[in-house]
């Protein structure tokens, strides 16, 4: 083995945990391979202590920590530069432990959310899931701050575990002890969970997930609407969201998104989850199937309970990952990608995403799609769009590009991704997760200087030797 650190590790703790590979397979957004001087993959938490310890032994060593690798649209396992070694953390894969009757779990960055949902699903608590793959980190996407179908995912973190680069383990936020306490993250004096996502501070190890109580009824309901009523249309749901109408992430189905994911062409789709007592459940219903024809915006309403939502890949989707259950994250994914999820990375179709965070107006709603639009105009990539309601002011607003890796599609879905980028921040749309070929826009739409200033000076006092190399968050 060419590679001295490498081979001290191979040593330390198994040579089945090293591979020298130069390069990764092919990522699915096609973005430039980094080099990098090899894999490894730790089995326990003494393995990265060993790891990092080895390192203060060799100059300029990078460690680059992923949980999984399923950073689809994003990077997938890619670094931002050259030179690191992966930290694979797909082995730390135990559930620690679960208390469904004070609703907490401890996992590490292997368990999946579909692992999770398994050991919970017949009980009264379920997770907040994503509709990404069955098979991707939990622990994972919180980090990046990715978005369930209830919340952002961060909401769901509540304590961490955390490797610093100088080899000391810590933990952070809400764990349980002797005393029955509050699960409440904050603690007193700074809060320090939301301190290391989207950060390069140090390894995670371990989290703390709060497990949600099982609602009585739950039920979805499925509506549509033309583009020529958006605003109108977006000026009611806002309202019935400000109000308190839907439980969760209210997700909106674009006509591009509609026809990427299989679903009904040339209309918006919405996707509302309404649950409690059966009674309000029941109530709330009637109220918007009469808003619908009083207003004449919406059309085809369709309850979860109904069969007609069953032939819906999306619908399947939505209704389930609303108690907690992933049986058709995959579902949704093969149609969309056509492949499983260990064969998304290195098949020849393309994926792109582009996150902004969006005012929750019809005004801004409106702007988003002229840009969408203008961006077609000039690539000939039109964009798929969805959009999550995160709160009655905030829509996530998941732009998605599919292309073909082999054509010249992939250098027009590279400009249009870089169009987004500038188009969507002149107008205060700015991104709350960046791609590895983006992360120079992270300083860009930093508020101001000082803040940036500041992250550095932490990373200096934390990592001096600058080990830990995810710089895609400055």
């Known amino acids: 083995m060419r590679d001295q650190f490498l081979e001290k590790i191979s040593n330390k703790i198994g040579k089945d945990c090293v591979n020298p590979y130069e390069f990764l397979s092919d990522n699915v957004s096609g973005y430039k391979k980094r080099r990098i001087n090899g894999i490894i993959t730790p089995k326990k938490i003494h393995d990265i202590i060993e790891i990092i310890s080895l390192a203060k032994d060799f100059k300029n060593v990078k460690l680059h920590p992923v949980s999984i690798g399923y950073n689809w649209g994003l990077g997938s396992k890619e670094n931002v530069t050259d030179g690191s070694y992966l930290l694979e953390l797909k082995k730390l894969n135990d559930i620690r432990k679960i208390n469904l009757e004070d609703g907490w779990a401890i996992i590490e960055p292997g368990v999946t959310q579909g692992e999770l949902s398994k050991n919970i699903i017949d009980s009264n608590r379920f997770i907040n899931i994503t509709a990404s793959s069955a098979h991707s980190s939990f622990l994972g996407n919180s980090m990046d701050r990715g978005v369930g179908i209830r919340h952002q995912r961060t909401e769901d973190l509540v304590g961490l575990e955390i490797l610093l680069p100088s080899g000391k383990l810590i933990r952070v936020g809400w764990w349980p002890t002797d005393k029955k306490t509050p699960i409440y993250s904050h603690g007193v004096g700074p809060s320090l969970v939301q301190f290391f996502t989207q950060s390069h501070f140090g390894i995670v190890t371990a989290g703390v997930i709060k497990l949600h109580q099982r609602m009585e009824f739950t039920r979805t309901l499925r509506f549509t609407f033309q583009r020529s009523n958006l605003e109108k249309a977006i000026s009611e749901l806002q309202r019935w969201v400000a109000n308190g109408i839907n439980s969760g992430v209210l997700k909106i189905y674009d006509t591009t998104a509609n026809r990427t994911y299989g679903g009904k062409n040339n209309t918006y789709t919405v996707h509302m989850c309404i649950d409690g007592i059966k009674e309000h459940v029941e109530l709330t219903s009637d109220f918007i199937i009469k808003e619908c024809e009083r207003r004449g915006i919406f059309s085809d309403v369709i309850f979860s309970d109904n069969d007609k939502t069953k032939k819906d890949v999306i619908a399947r989707l939505v209704e389930a990952a609303h108690v907690g259950d992933t049986s058709y994250n995959d579902e949704l994914l093969s149609q969309t990608l056509g492949g499983h999820h260990d064969m998304i990375d290195g098949q020849s179709k393309g994926w792109i995403f582009f996150l902004p965070l969006i005012p929750f107006t019809p005004e801004a709603l409106s702007k988003a799609y002229e840009l969408i639009d203008e961006i077609y105009d000039e690539t000939g990539i039109q964009c ?10 905030i829509i996530d607003l998941v732009v998605s590009i ?73």
């Open 384 to 393: 798929g769009a969805t959009i999550n309601s995160l709160s009655e002011s």
């Open 402 to 474: 599919c292309f073909d890796k082999n054509s010249n599609e992939q250098s027009s879905a590279f400009l249009a991704l870089d169009l987004l980028h500038q188009k969507f921040n002149e107008h205060g749309f700015v991104p709350y997760r960046l791609d590895v070929d983006h992360s120079h826009w992270a300083k860009i739409i930093t508020p101001n200087e000082s803040e940036a200033d500041f992250i550095k000076d932490i990373k200096s006092y934390l990592d001096r030797n600058n080990l830990i190399s995810n710089h895609r968050y400055l």
